[in-house]
């Protein structure tokens, strides 16, 4: 009987490649039976530097430089490279860091709105022929209707809502809550009317200012802004919770 070692390696290799004209890191399987020159042109495709401006710097799992793999006849295999090594491409053709990944520096092409209004093999003139979306002219009115239409409820909530109200505010998601009517009105940071109060706890989200604007006062996280259909005013007397009670 054979007393010897058999070692079986896996004949692919998983590695992290980096480059000198990109800043991202990428993980690729290769085969370690291919040569260096072989890997340079799979390398070619995913970090754009020409095969022969290349050089290549093996590093460990833990990035400690091992040595160059400047061998282009020496198969892949032969070199210490183990799963999660990194393989640093240097290009030498000149390209810039970022050359390859800034779109600021990638001319653009751009056509008027009037010549592209004409255009028939265009996104704009499917939707156009599908009614699709804003071209829906039926659809289009139809929503158009139904906003002014709760507008108009909302404006209607907020003219029986008065300052100084008690209300409970009942949000869909969220736990009822009690409070005072601070503000009924419109808001510079929303479209359309909205009611501030002032909570009896804080379950707030500010003290009655929003965006540097105050609309009312209260303590920081007793304040908040809902929707008048969401506002039901009546004897809501505020909560006792014993504090004076020994």
Request: aromatic letters at 8%; proline letters at 4%.
């Amino acid at each position: 009987m054979d007393g010897g070692v058999t070692v079986i390696t896996n004949p692919t290799v998983s590695v992290r490649l980096t480059s000198t004209i990109s800043s991202f890191e990428v993980n690729k399987r290769y085969n370690r039976g291919i040569t260096i020159a072989e890997f340079k042109g799979k390398l070619e495709m995913v970090v754009g530097t020409p095969a022969s401006s290349m050089e290549l710097q093996l590093f460990s799992t833990t990035d400690k430089f091992m040595q160059k793999l400047d061998d282009n006849e020496a198969l892949l295999g032969s070199y210490p490279v183990d799963d999660d090594c990194k393989i640093h491409v240097i290009d030498r053709s000149g390209a810039q860091s970022g050359e390859f990944s800034d779109l600021s520096k990638v001319e653009k092409f751009e056509i008027p709105d009037e010549v592209y209004e004409k255009r028939t093999d265009s996104v704009r003139s499917f939707m156009k022929k599908q009614r699709v979306g804003r071209f829906n002219e039926e659809e289009t009115a139809k929503k158009e209707a139904e906003l002014a239409a709760r507008e108009a409820e909302e404006e209607a909530a907020a003219a029986a809502i008065g300052v100084g109200n008690r209300c409970q505010v009942q949000v869909v998601g969220l736990p009822t809550k009690i409070g005072t009517v601070m503000y009924v009105g419109t808001v510079d940071f929303k479209p359309g009317h909205w009611v501030g109060v002032k909570y009896d706890e804080p379950l707030g989200k500010h003290d009655g200012s929003v965006k540097e604007k105050r609309y009312f006062e209260c303590e920081n996280k007793y304040g908040a802004f809902v929707r008048p259909l969401t506002v039901t005013v009546g004897d809501f007397p505020e909560e006792d919770y014993g504090l004076d009670e020994m």
